[in-house]
């Protein structure tokens, strides 16, 4: 499966944006699916993942209420709607797919990853 991130920008602190990831394969139809991010010198952390049916979502406390996940198995897509954005949120943005145990916000359980697409948050 690969994967193929987009949307990503420079924007004013309170922006909205919206990042989709389409994956090859239908197996993208199976997997639970995820967005990471990763600031400059840091390491790569948790944003939110959702599951292979789009019924069951989690986030991380700094995004929650803030950024929602959602899915489009029929277009082989997955996105991150972002408001509200601040300049924490400022980071290359990766979408993951397949994860294999647990705990899911462990990148190193994630089987495939796609490009990033940078997000930068500043006045």
């Known amino acids: 499966v690969q994967l193929q991130a987009s949307g990503g920008g420079s924007v004013q602190p309170g922006a909205s944006l919206r990042l989709s990831c389409v994956a090859s394969?239908?197996?993208?139809?199976?997997?639970?699916m995820a967005w990471f991010r990763q600031a400059p010198g840091k390491d790569r952390t948790f944003v939110a993942r959702i599951d292979w049916a789009g019924s069951s979502t989690s986030y991380a406390d700094s995004v929650k209420d803030r950024f929602s996940i959602s899915r489009d198995n029929s277009k082989y897509t997955v996105y991150l709607n972002m408001n509200n954005l601040k300049p924490e949120d400022t980071a290359l943005y990766y979408c993951?797919?397949?994860?294999?145990?647990?705990?899911?916000?462990?990148?190193?359980?994630?089987?495939?990853w796609g490009r990033g697409t940078q997000v930068t948050v500043s006045s």
């Open positions: 993951a797919g397949q994860s294999s145990g647990s705990p899911f916000q462990d990148p190193s359980r994630w089987g495939y």
């Open positions: 394969g239908r197996a993208f139809r199976s997997y639970s």
